[in-house]
């Protein structure tokens, strides 16, 4: 296998480490805007050395963003090759028009990095859904996330002051918003339902919130009602098709997800045949994110493509009531009183995450039962 990678940052680099040390697979070019020379690979500037060499039969996309990304992983496709991706945000919003391209021109795509990073989880519901219908996937899928509310819930600290220290530590970015608000998250879960459904989920039925808001005193009522707030994702089956969101939620303390510390991941699916399987490990990382590439590489190598064949677009019902904590200015009917925040029984998803936009200073967690 002949590889053109995409992108030498922290995923690209480890990549190319790996694939160094394997005689099956070479990595002979690099696109990469900085002058670096490499010993067994060519570095070019123009992604068109790739797309035209053809000796080339697989691209490898590690420069993440939607832009230039999605045009040069789509020209690879149309010129034949294979590709392989990290980049959840691209699969998720092209899926519609990547899925079916990559089959229609008979080549292999696959983005097992893209969710959990390090951990075989789109590999592992691959597997799964072929002997069981898989009920629901989910939990929880981002680092940063975990990271500010395990320190938040462990030190007692504010918001602000753990986001500066995971800024330090770089578990966040200098801009954090597609972590704390979600969105990376959002693209995880909406993507991990596609293949555990076989759907297209309509990406505009899936509401998101994140954990911006969350104050101390937030997490000081968890604690004394024996709640741990965590950010979850949920892709559930249903009669009529799914329902999908991702909302910071309240879980007892003593469930697996309360236990699950700094920025670790931790991710289920619930299927009628296995019942629940969760994977928990590292999300992120150069060596653990790029073993999972190099994974889809040697899948490729084996004739292997996407995990689930494309299925048609479904909207998201997320019509489902639970019970909420909300700080804010809530006119509703509530059930009882947290310090300066009220418990809200019998709202739906759908209708909570639309009152949270009209009011953006908020801050809401479903409790789960
Ligand atoms: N890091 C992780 O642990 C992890 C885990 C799972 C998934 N992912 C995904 O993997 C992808 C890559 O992440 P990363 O952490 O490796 O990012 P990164 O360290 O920022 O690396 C991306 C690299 O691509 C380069 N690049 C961007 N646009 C380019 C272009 N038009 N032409 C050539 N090179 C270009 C960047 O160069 P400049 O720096 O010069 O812009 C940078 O070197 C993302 O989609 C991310 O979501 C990452």
Same mark, same amino acid.
């Given at each position: 296998?002949? &590889? *053109?990678? /995409?992108?030498?940052?922290?995923?690209? $680099?480890? +990549?190319?480490? @790996?694939?160094?040390?394997?005689?099956? !697979?070479?990595?002979?070019?690099?696109?990469?805007?900085?002058?670096i020379?490499?010993?067994?690979?060519?570095?070019?500037?123009?992604?068109?050395?790739i797309?035209n060499?053809?000796?080339?039969?697989?691209?490898?996309?590690?420069?993440?963003?939607?832009?230039?990304?999605y045009?040069?992983?789509?020209?690879a496709?149309?010129?034949?090759?294979?590709?392989?991706?990290?980049?959840?945000?691209?699969?998720c919003?092209?899926?519609?028009?990547?899925?079916?391209?990559?089959?229609?021109?008979?080549?292999?795509?696959?983005?097992?990095?893209?969710?959990?990073?390090? &951990? *075989?989880? /789109?590999?592992?519901?691959?597997?799964? $859904?072929? +002997?069981?219908? @898989?009920?629901?996937?989910?939990?929880? !899928?981002?680092?940063?996330?975990?990271?500010?509310?395990?320190?938040?819930?462990?030190?007692?600290?504010?918001?602000?002051?753990?986001?500066?220290?995971?800024?330090?530590?770089?578990y966040?970015?200098?801009?954090?918003?597609?972590?704390?608000?979600?969105?990376?998250?959002?693209?995880?879960?909406?993507?991990?339902?596609?293949?555990?459904?076989?759907?297209?989920?309509?990406?505009?039925?899936?509401?998101v919130?994140?954990?911006?808001?969350?104050?101390?005193?937030?997490?000081?009522?968890?604690?004394?009602?024996?709640?741990?707030?965590?950010?979850?994702?949920?892709?559930?089956?249903?009669?009529n098709?799914?329902?999908?969101?991702?909302?910071?939620?309240?879980?007892?303390?003593?469930?697996?997800?309360?236990?699950?510390?700094?920025n670790?991941?931790?991710i289920?699916?619930?299927?009628?045949?296995?019942?629940?399987?969760?994977?928990?490990?590292q999300?992120?990382?150069?060596?653990?994110?790029?073993?999972?590439?190099?994974?889809?590489?040697?899948?490729?190598?084996?004739?292997?493509?996407?995990?689930?064949?494309?299925?048609?677009?479904?909207?998201?019902?997320?019509?489902?009531?639970?019970?909420?904590?909300?700080?804010?200015?809530?006119?509703?009917?509530?059930?009882?009183s947290?310090g300066?925040?009220?418990?809200?029984?019998?709202?739906?998803?759908?209708?909570?995450?639309a009152?949270?936009?009209?009011?953006?200073?908020?801050?809401?967690?479903?409790?789960?039962?």
């Amino acid at each position: 296998m002949k &590889i *053109g990678l /995409l992108g030498f940052g922290v995923v690209g $680099r480890g +990549v190319y480490e @790996i694939t160094c040390a394997r005689d099956d !697979m070479q990595v002979t070019k690099v696109l990469c805007l900085e002058d670096i020379s490499l010993p067994d690979a060519e570095a070019v500037k123009d992604f068109k050395e790739i797309l035209n060499d053809d000796s080339i039969d697989t691209v490898v996309e590690a420069m993440g963003g939607l832009h230039p990304a999605y045009e040069f992983v789509r020209a690879a496709i149309e010129a034949g090759k294979n590709v392989v991706t990290s980049n959840k945000a691209l699969v998720c919003t092209f899926y519609d028009e990547l899925l079916p391209l990559a089959q229609s021109k008979g080549v292999k795509f696959r983005s097992t990095a893209a969710v959990g990073g390090g &951990i *075989g989880w /789109l590999s592992e519901l691959e597997r799964s $859904r072929r +002997v069981q219908t @898989i009920s629901q996937v989910g939990g929880i !899928m981002n680092g940063t996330c975990n990271y500010i509310l395990d320190n938040m819930t462990r030190m007692g600290l504010n918001y602000d002051d753990v986001l500066k220290q995971a800024q330090k530590l770089g578990y966040a970015e200098a801009n954090p918003s597609t972590d704390v608000d979600g969105i990376d998250t959002w693209h995880k879960v909406i993507l991990s339902s596609n293949i555990a459904f076989g759907v297209t989920v309509d990406k505009s039925t899936v509401p998101v919130a994140g954990i911006r808001n969350i104050q101390a005193q937030d997490v000081e009522n968890f604690k004394a009602h024996g709640l741990v707030c965590k950010l979850i994702s949920t892709g559930k089956r249903t009669e009529n098709g799914c329902s999908v969101y991702v909302q910071p939620t309240l879980v007892k303390e003593g469930e697996p997800e309360a236990a699950v510390p700094m920025n670790y991941n931790l991710i289920t699916f619930i299927g009628d045949t296995s019942e629940r399987m969760s994977f928990y490990g590292q999300g992120a990382g150069r060596y653990p994110t790029a073993y999972n590439v190099v994974q889809d590489l040697v899948d490729v190598l084996e004739g292997k493509g996407f995990y689930a064949p494309y299925g048609e677009k479904v909207a998201a019902d997320n019509s489902e009531k639970l019970t909420w904590y909300v700080r804010g200015n809530w006119q509703g009917e509530t059930a009882e009183s947290w310090g300066n925040a009220v418990i809200v029984k019998d709202v739906s998803v759908t209708d909570m995450h639309a009152w949270l936009k009209e009011n953006s200073e908020a801050f809401v967690a479903a409790i789960r039962a």
